[in-house]
């Protein structure tokens, strides 16, 4: 079964990774130096942009997950209003998500297909539902399959609990979109400044190489070296900034 908390990259992925990374490295450090040779060595560094694509891949599933979850505890909540017990209601919950989200489209799919299957094979329910709790690694799943496992253990209505809950994932992601909506163009702008001081010094060694030929000679290739250990560090602590989640 698949364990969201991690994310294998394919061949595909890794080779687009490691040629975006280098490319990147490369003509960041080509516009400071302006030299084939330390570029060329420099963009080595792209060569660790696969685990940050690899986190970000890992990040965005989860995020899938979660929002086609909230779907289904909305048919799941309505089968189970229609009069559906628990177990009926789990079964038929991937026919009914399938013709909203798509056959074959997403993760959530799956996994509810692998819990009719096991509770076709004499399995409790709970126990498929922690399983996929786990793996997942998403906080709400795994409160979700918390409560229903109390709630069903004691007698609580599955209705209402089904439906609350479906509610406050709701209005957490709504909670979430107002703050992305709010923080998108501060992304934009954290972005197009950790360009901007490369394209800046690209520039006038393009335009003024008679007044950038100091920093190419000499102690200005360490002012050079310590002004791109500089960048680095800021873009890193930007970067940090700009994750701001819920």
């Not at 060569?47 to 997950?65: A, D, G, I």
């Not at 253990?153 to 979430?176: A, C, F, P």
Request: net charge positive.
């Amino acid at each position: 079964m698949t364990d969201y908390r991690s994310y294998t990259l394919s061949r595909r992925e890794r080779a687009f990774g490691v040629a975006l990374g280098c490319f990147a490295c490369f003509t960041a450090i080509w516009l400071l130096y302006q030299n084939f040779w330390i570029a060329t060595i420099g963009s080595s560094a792209g060569l660790f942009y696969p685990r940050l694509l690899k986190k970000r891949l890992c990040r965005n599933r989860q995020e899938r997950l979660r929002l086609h979850f909230k779907e289904a505890l909305q048919g799941l909540s309505s089968l189970l209003a229609a009069g559906r017990s628990v177990e009926s209601a789990f079964a038929l919950l991937e026919r009914d998500l399938a013709y909203l989200l798509g056959e074959g489209t997403s993760d959530l799919l799956k996994e509810l297909r692998t819990i009719a299957n096991r509770m076709h094979n004499g399995e409790p329910l709970e126990q498929p539902l922690r399983d996929l709790a786990v793996r997942s690694g998403v906080e709400d799943i795994a409160n979700f399959a918390e409560v229903f496992v109390v709630c069903k253990r004691s007698g609580g209505d599955m209705v209402e609990v089904i439906r609350r809950t479906s509610q406050l994932i709701g209005e957490k992601l709504e909670v979430e979109l107002e703050m992305t909506v709010l923080m998108a163009q501060k992304r934009f702008e954290s972005k197009f400044l950790m360009a901007m001081p490369f394209a800046f010094v690209g520039l006038l060694g393009f335009f003024a190489p008679e007044y950038m030929a100091a920093l190419r000679q000499g102690m200005g290739w360490v002012l050079l070296t310590g002004g791109l250990a500089l960048l680095g560090f800021c873009c890193w602590w930007i970067a940090r900034i700009m994750a701001i989640r819920v």
